[in-house]
């Protein structure tokens, strides 16, 4: 299946299959329309590359935010089981639905905050599993 230009109605597309050794999928650039889908999905969890989204005004296209929309499909199973580190990634896609988070993101202050949170988390998780 051919991947159209991102226009308004991409979040009408279904998702790309889960991947199979025997998958015939066109690959973009030696990559299936999977593989890139997941690699944008995890780059998300990084607010500072939201932040340089917004500073270039993705978040603002129509098409763009259609696209945020249309990946949605990461939280549900079987797709959710492919994220490596699903909490900051879904809940940035999950921010990144509504019009106000995509307008504030553009603040130094809240991407700095929300890199902290996200260390902060990241040490919690990490003196749980030692004990």
């Not at 763009?64 to 199973?77: G, I």
């Not at 990634?89 to 996200?118: W, Y």
Request: glycine share 4%; hydrophobic share 35%.
């Amino acid at each position: 299946m051919a991947s159209e230009p991102m226009s308004i109605e991409s979040s009408a597309q279904d998702p790309p299959p889960v991947p199979d050794v025997t998958s015939q999928e066109p690959k973009y650039g030696g990559h299936t329309r999977f593989e890139l889908e997941l690699e944008f999905v995890q780059a998300l969890g990084n607010p500072e590359y939201v932040n340089y989204l917004a500073s270039r005004k993705f978040l603002q296209n129509p098409a763009f935010v259609a696209y945020l929309d249309y990946l949605q499909y990461w939280t549900r199973p079987p797709y959710l089981q492919y994220i490596t580190y699903p909490t900051s990634c879904l809940k940035m896609l999950e921010l990144l639905q509504v019009e106000r988070f995509r307008k504030d993101i553009l603040s130094p202050n809240l991407t700095h905050a929300l890199v902290t949170e996200g260390m902060k988390a990241a040490v919690e998780w990490h003196r749980e599993s030692l004990s």
